[in-house]
Every structure is written in C-alpha cells, then in structure tokens.
C-alpha cells in the first residue's frame, strides 16, 4: 500500500485507510472490467464496503474517491502525546515550541518516512566507498525513501540522476540554503551522476510580494552561489522554471501529466491551500515534480524514462514528493526516492528556520567577517548559564546551543566536535569561547565562498542554464 501522500492536518493511519479505500476501488473497476468471476467480485465489493464502514467512523465523513479528508474532520489527532500541538512543518512554515527544535523522530511517522539508521549509513559508505558524509554521520540528513532501492539499482550498474533545488526570494542567500547544495555535491562525486537544479523563480512570483523581473533575477543571482560551491559543468543542469519550461515541450508534458492526475481536493488535501488561493499556487505543485522524472531532460537522458531520480531536501518539501510519488506510476514512470534533512536553525535559536527576510535570523553568504562576529555574539541563543560561576558549576546544554549546532554542520572532524560538546557540558568551555569557536569557522570558509562566487561570470552562469547534454551516456 503508498504510504507517500500525506494529507494537511492528517495523521498517518488515515491517509493509509483513505489509500487502501482507492486502491480497492481501482481493484474492483479491474475486476469488472476484466469480466472475473462473479464470487471474485463479491468479495472485492464486500471488502470495499466494509473500509468505507471503517473510514466514515474514524474521519466522520462520506469516503469519495479523489477527495481527501480535511484536516479540520481529523484535528483531534493532531494533539501530540502531551497534549500540545505538534510541530508545524510544511513547505512555508516550519514551528516548534521546543528549544532542541522539531522532534523528527516524531515526524519521520508523521510523514511516513524511513530513518536514516547506521545501518544505511554504512551501506552508503560500502556502495560508494567513500566516508560518509558528516552530514549522514551526524543525523543531519536523517530520512528517505526508497534509498536502498536505489543503492541495489547502483550495485547493479544502473544509474539514477539528483534533483535538487532553490527558491529564489532574495538576491543573498544565507549559510542554511548551502545544505542541500554541499550535500548534493558530495553525492553527484562520490556517485558520479548527473545533476539538475531546479530555481523555481515562478514559485516566489506566486507567494510572494515580488516583481516576476525581480523573482527572475534573484534566480540568476542564486545561480552564481550555488556555482561557487563547485559544481562541474559537464555534469549540472541549472534552471530557471520561468525560462525552461517555455522552451521544453517534454518537461510541459510532464507538468500536464501531472496536473490531471492530482485533484483539486488532492492538492487542497496535501498543501492546506485554501478558495482564496490563487490558482498559480495550486497548479505550482506539478511544476515541482516534473523534474523527478528523466524524460523532462531529453537533452541529457535521450528521451528515456526510466532512469530514478534521487532528491535530496529539507524535509518541509517533502509534501511535493509525496505527491510525485504517488502519480508516477500511474503515468508511467518511476517513483523519485528522496533524502531529508534536519533545518538549520536560526540564530535566535532552534523554533524556527532561518528566513532570507529577517537579517539577523541569518549569516548570510554576503556577511562580512565583522558582520558574522556581531550576528553570532549578539543574537546568537545560548545553552550557558546566566553566570560563569553557574555555568562552570552546572554546564551547558548543547542541544539547544546554536552556536554548537551551527559547528555541527560546518565542523568537519568529529572528534574535536565531540570533545567541544563534553566541554561545553562539564562547564569547562564557557558559551563566549563557543561562540569564538564557531566565528573562527564561519569567517574563513564565508570569505573562500565569495571569492569563488567572484570568479562565477554571467557567461559561466549561461552556459550551466542553457539545455544541452552533459559527460553522460543514456
């Protein structure tokens, strides 16, 4: 049974019913069509009945086929198990009340994800045979689907292609956006694949305050940081959606595809829009999965469709894919298998994730190094105590300390990261001297990204935007 739509406001076990009641509707149809015997038959329907019985007294409504529950017939579920409300997490919103931010354990069964156990991670590490990133090694990208799936496809000398991507909103992007770019780097080396990035300039049109010349430039300017992360040309195809999906009937297909495949109650369903929406919005969501599946890119796959996407992400897009995933096989084509990571947090502290709008949630990639020392002593959230004589006595806590989480994503060497934690915890490492620790990692490696930003030209820019085949063979 799918387990990859999940519904605004709806627990797992509900969509998990809603989906069973669909598919044996569909066996039913399959059945009748197909002339099978009549007990056969019987037997189908009485099961059919007997789910919708079954979804009426756990949703309080009708089951239609094509549409939903709301997430307001289901909102008692939503209480977590200490009767608080459960963390927001959607592709716009990102809350918690707690100070370690979101509980992803939590989520992972919210979503109906897998963890990212050990046990993968070492898979990884034996199918690529390089060290697993610290990324993977830390829990930083801590969920996927279909992941081992596409490693026994790989051991068997059959390719997949990344999918990742920006929504450009502002002109400077911030340390939290370079995750998935660093990430996925580190994938299409080790894995020697190719990429295509997605700048989905229309997106921010729609949701935003913003001038489309304004959200089309923000895409090229985007361009150029996520070029200055070293990224090969022969192997990467960045694109803007406001310029490619003008120029490439393929990918229009596919958009068109999807489009009749997903409701309006679906999309209703899955995102939370609501009749006010503009219908931009909610026709957004296939433009987003078009790329998860290779014949959108005839001029890197040959018109094949048949070769699996991997998406790495934030975990709050995953909404989108649930919803790719769903309809692939319905019109033909694989399901895209996707890993998630955890937010980067803002400098106030781990509640919320940081914003491009607010410039002291941020460092951002334009920071200077004076302007990086004021932002992580002023605004920094601390785990110390109030006072030195408390915090050497008592310790920090590191797990809400966003100085010692921004190391653990920028720090490389585990062991020294390791030994800041049971300082900092024993109250031998006071927060300024975190604070200090995590300033003399930001400033180098800041400075080293706007200086290969500066050698990004325009023309370098075009020729990574522009349609053409990549050092591949398909």
């Given at each position: 049974?799918s387990?990859?739509?999940?519904?605004?406001g709806?627990?797992?076990?509900?969509?998990?019913?809603?989906?069973?009641?669909?598919?044996?509707?569909?066996?039913?149809?399959s059945?009748?069509?197909?002339?099978?015997d009549?007990?056969?038959?019987d037997a189908?329907?009485?099961?059919?009945?007997?789910?919708?019985?079954?979804?009426?007294?756990?949703?309080?409504?009708?089951?239609?086929?094509?549409?939903?529950?709301s997430?307001?017939a289901?909102?008692?579920?939503?209480?977590?198990e200490?009767?608080?409300?459960e963390?927001?997490?959607?592709?716009?919103?990102?809350a918690?009340?707690?100070a370690?931010?979101v509980?992803?354990?939590?989520?992972?069964?919210?979503?109906?994800?897998?963890?990212?156990?050990?046990?993968?991670?070492?898979?990884?590490?034996?199918?690529?045979?390089?060290?697993?990133?610290?990324?993977?090694?830390?829990?930083?990208?801590f969920?996927?689907?279909?992941?081992?799936?596409?490693?026994?496809?790989?051991?068997?000398?059959?390719?997949?292609?990344?999918?990742?991507?920006?929504?450009?909103?502002?002109?400077?992007?911030h340390?939290?956006?370079?995750?998935?770019?660093?990430f996925?780097?580190?994938?299409?080396?080790?894995?020697d694949?190719p990429?295509?990035?997605?700048?989905?300039?229309?997106?921010?049109?729609?949701?935003?305050?913003l001038?489309?010349?304004?959200?089309h430039?923000?895409?090229e300017e985007?361009?150029?940081?996520?070029?200055?992360?070293?990224?090969d040309?022969?192997k990467?195809?960045?694109?803007?959606?406001l310029?490619?999906?003008?120029?490439?009937?393929?990918?229009y297909?596919?958009?068109?595809?999807?489009q009749?495949?997903?409701?309006?109650?679906?999309?209703?369903?899955?995102?939370?829009?609501?009749?006010?929406?503009?219908?931009?919005?909610?026709?957004?969501?296939?433009?987003?999965?078009?790329?998860?599946?290779?014949s959108?890119?005839?001029?890197?796959?040959?018109?094949?469709?048949?070769?699996?996407?991997?998406?790495?992400?934030?975990?709050?897009?995953?909404?989108?894919?649930?919803?790719?995933?769903?309809?692939?096989?319905?019109?033909g084509?694989?399901?895209?298998?996707l890993?998630?990571s955890?937010?980067?947090?803002?400098?106030?502290?781990?509640?919320?994730?940081m914003?491009?709008?607010?410039?002291?949630?941020s460092?951002?990639?334009?920071?200077?190094?004076?302007q990086?020392?004021?932002?992580?002593?002023k605004?920094?959230?601390?785990?110390?105590?109030?006072?030195?004589?408390?915090?050497?006595?008592?310790g920090?806590n590191?797990?809400?300390d966003?100085?010692?989480?921004?190391?653990?994503?920028?720090m490389?060497?585990?062991?020294?990261?390791?030994?800041?934690?049971q300082?900092?915890?024993?109250g031998?490492?006071?927060?300024?001297?975190?604070?200090?620790?995590?300033?003399?990692t930001?400033?180098?490696?800041?400075?080293?990204?706007q200086?290969?930003r500066?050698?990004?030209?325009?023309?370098?820019?075009?020729?990574?935007?522009?349609?053409?085949?990549?050092?591949?063979?398909?």
């Amino acid at each position: 049974m799918s387990n990859d739509i999940y519904l605004y406001g709806c627990p797992n076990h509900i969509v998990e019913l809603y989906e069973q009641l669909t598919a044996q509707g569909d066996k039913v149809r399959s059945l009748k069509t197909a002339k099978a015997d009549k007990a056969d038959v019987d037997a189908a329907i009485q099961l059919l009945l007997k789910l919708k019985v079954d979804y009426k007294e756990v949703t309080g409504q009708d089951y239609k086929a094509g549409c939903p529950p709301s997430g307001t017939a289901v909102s008692n579920d939503r209480q977590s198990e200490n009767g608080g409300e459960e963390d927001t997490v959607d592709p716009w919103n990102v809350a918690t009340n707690s100070a370690k931010g979101v509980d992803y354990d939590k989520l992972i069964v919210r979503f109906g994800s897998s963890k990212i156990d050990q046990e993968l991670v070492d898979r990884i590490e034996k199918v690529s045979g390089q060290k697993p990133h610290r990324f993977l090694r830390r829990g930083i990208f801590f969920s996927h689907r279909d992941m081992n799936q596409v490693l026994d496809a790989y051991e068997k000398q059959k390719s997949f292609y990344l999918y990742t991507g920006r929504g450009p909103s502002s002109q400077a992007m911030h340390v939290g956006h370079l995750i998935p770019f660093v990430f996925t780097k580190w994938l299409q080396d080790v894995f020697d694949i190719p990429l295509v990035i997605q700048l989905t300039d229309d997106e921010k049109y729609l949701w935003k305050d913003l001038s489309l010349e304004d959200c089309h430039r923000f895409a090229e300017e985007n361009a150029k940081d996520i070029i200055a992360c070293g990224f090969d040309v022969n192997k990467t195809f960045i694109f803007s959606d406001l310029d490619y999906m003008g120029s490439s009937p393929e990918f229009y297909r596919n958009v068109v595809k999807v489009q009749k495949h997903v409701t309006f109650n679906q999309v209703k369903g899955i995102f939370g829009f609501s009749d006010s929406d503009c219908i931009g919005k909610i026709s957004f969501p296939a433009i987003q999965a078009a790329p998860a599946f290779s014949s959108s890119f005839p001029q890197i796959f040959k018109g094949r469709k048949d070769v699996q996407c991997l998406i790495p992400c934030a975990i709050d897009q995953d909404p989108y894919f649930r919803m790719t995933r769903d309809v692939a096989p319905r019109i033909g084509y694989p399901k895209p298998a996707l890993l998630h990571s955890t937010f980067f947090p803002a400098l106030q502290g781990a509640q919320t994730k940081m914003s491009a709008s607010d410039a002291n949630s941020s460092i951002f990639l334009t920071d200077t190094p004076k302007q990086i020392k004021n932002k992580v002593n002023k605004h920094a959230f601390s785990g110390g105590k109030d006072t030195i004589e408390e915090h050497r006595e008592q310790g920090g806590n590191p797990d809400i300390d966003v100085a010692f989480m921004y190391l653990t994503f920028f720090m490389e060497d585990d062991e020294q990261l390791e030994k800041i934690r049971q300082d900092y915890t024993s109250g031998i490492l006071l927060t300024g001297e975190l604070k200090k620790m995590l300033i003399e990692t930001l400033q180098p490696m800041i400075t080293a990204h706007q200086e290969n930003r500066k050698n990004v030209t325009d023309e370098m820019v075009k020729q990574f935007m522009t349609p053409r085949p990549l050092n591949f063979n398909f």
